[in-house]
């Protein structure tokens, strides 16, 4: 996988089907949008109505797994508005209310390496994909032939859909407020020089004049 994608995958965390559909049935179901109807079952005896609607457990694997009067390429994509809409409804609350199931439910279901040290990061991971829009890659015709695929546009399309990720956009700065202006400084009296003159004034006034 690292070397289909060009990108390192470290770990891995793997989900047992029956154990999926025991996981959305301790969420309480979820809800999905179902565009046309969908046949299933080994003999085509069940039926998924068009419409909007909670699926079980069973129900939602069905969802995810029938190819009947479809093909893979259908499939896939009901696939990701299943996984998407797992990810959008499993909301702090209801996981608290089903807490003992979902451990249950996880603890038979999921078998993974990720180490412990990196569960925080995790958590941190699940609250971000619950406030942004999923996007997905696929690799299908006719940008992909399944029968011989083109090895250098996966890994390419794939380093073009990573440096594509949306950003929040930034917020203009405010302008700083300018101070009010100052009226120019006048220039300092010099005041040597006027009391110079004012005493000499006063000399010239008070002293009485020399007889002749």
């Known amino acids: 996988m690292s070397d289909i994608l060009g990108i390192p995958v470290r770990y891995y965390a793997m989900v047992d089907m029956a154990g999926f559909a025991e996981m959305i049935d301790a969420m309480g179901g979820v809800k999905i949008t179902i565009n046309e109807p969908i ?3 080994k003999y085509n005896e069940g039926l998924l109505p068009a419409g909007t609607r909670k699926l079980s457990g069973a129900e939602a694997l069905w969802y995810g797994r029938s190819r009947t009067n479809s093909d893979d390429y259908v ?3 009901r696939q990701k508005c299943l996984l998407n809409a797992v990810a959008q ?3 702090p609350v209801t996981l608290l209310n089903s807490f003992e199931r979902l451990a249950a439910a996880t603890k038979r279901a999921i078998s993974t390496d990720i180490p412990q040290d990196l569960l925080p990061a995790l958590v941190d991971l699940g609250q971000k994909v619950k406030g942004t829009h999923i996007r997905s890659l696929q690799f299908v015709p006719p940008l992909i032939s399944t029968a ?3 090895w250098n546009l996966i890994r390419d399309k794939v380093a073009d859909a990573l440096e594509d990720r949306p950003t929040a956009p930034s917020r203009p700065r405010p302008s700083p407020a300018r101070p009010p202006a100052r009226p120019p400084a006048r220039p300092p009296a010099r005041r040597g020089r006027s009391h ?3 005493s000499a004034a006063s000399n010239s006034v008070t002293k ?5």
């Open 148 to 150: 011989d695929p083109d």
């Open 208 to 212: 009485p004049s020399t007889p002749l």
């Open 75 to 77: 499939r896939m994509g």
């Open 39 to 41: 046949v299933y079952g």
């Open 89 to 91: 409804q499993a909301d």
């Open 196 to 198: 110079s003159t004012r």
